[in-house]
């Protein structure tokens, strides 16, 4: 309000300000997309632009030249069932991105400053004030779990059952993905409300995390080996549950992570999780194509226990 009083009693500054507001902009938008940082270019490294390379010859059917740049890069790409190529998505998205931050950050079109900040911490540039610091799946503290054991009285005999009553996101989804025992209970509950205390992005993030059991787990093993191929099961039977039963937490960006995913999986010869999981996404996908809504609810709503007493006094 004090800065708004000024400004209208001092009009030559107003005016002073409005010149300098596309200067300052074009400083912003420099800051945001970085193009001379180091760590900017070490992120897209020889390898990684070679592999889009190899993939967008693949997608258009570019064989000859994909096994001769093959040959020349000394670098093997598997060939996956992905009619598009993501290297054109891929540059599509950033410069669709690119021109909506050049628009909000520098044209004078009366847009906010709150407009930019939306757009951008939708392209993940830019962070949140107040953020946990995110602690590595497999580095977690054994203990930040709080399991309350219940015996659950049913019709033939007592079954002791383990209730969580608190934890971190990290042990939160490890138990939803446990190299043991699957609480199925669990699995519907944390899928319906795990949005009320984090996102979409934070869950899939987690899962790929969870799904990169480290190779020496449980000391190298053979009942470590058994378990890392029953944890990876697991990540990827609550990716196809998520997608089939929660269509609409997956929006143009996690579906592409998604498809990565699947990608990366059959290139490390996974191809059994790779297609489990490219069913669900192509049913899904179809779906959505076709204008069919899919249901929430698979179930019916169960019918009320209303108590006998309630009608006698």
Known sequence: ??????????????????????????????????????????????????????QHLDARGLKDTKKALEKEAKLKCPSVELSESRLVRFTGNALKASEKVFDLAIA???????????????????????????VNMWSEPKDNIWIEKKTDKGLDDEEELDIVKAASFNKLVERLTPESKHDLQFSKTFLMTY??????????????????????????????????????????????KWIDSNWSDWDEKLIGQLKIFIE??????????????????????????SGKVSKIFSEKTPEPIVPRIIFFE
Do not use: W
Request: with cysteine.
């Open 1 to 54: 309000m004090e800065k708004k009083n000024v400004l209208k009693r001092n009009p030559h500054i107003q005016e002073l300000t409005q010149r300098l507001s596309v200067l300052q902009r074009g400083v912003t938008f420099g800051k945001i997309f970085r193009p001379g940082d180091l760590s900017v270019k070490k992120g897209l490294d020889r390898s990684i632009l070679l592999k889009l390379v190899l």
């Open 108 to 134: 004078d079109k009366g847009t906010t400053e709150v407009d930019l900040e939306e757009h951008l911490y939708s392209l993940s540039l830019l962070e949140d004030e107040i953020q946990e610091e995110d």
């Open 195 to 240: 949005q009320s205390f984090s996102t979409p992005e934070k869950l899939f993030a987690k899962l790929l995390q969870r799904f990169s059991v480290p190779k020496n787990y449980l000391g190298g093993s053979e009942e470590g080996k058994q378990a890392i191929v029953m944890i990876q099961l697991r990540v990827c039977n609550v990716i196809r």
């Open 264 to 289: 990366q999986l059959r290139s490390d010869g996974q191809n059994a999780l790779a297609s489990m999981l490219s069913k669900s996404l192509t049913k899904q996908e179809g779906k959505k194509a």
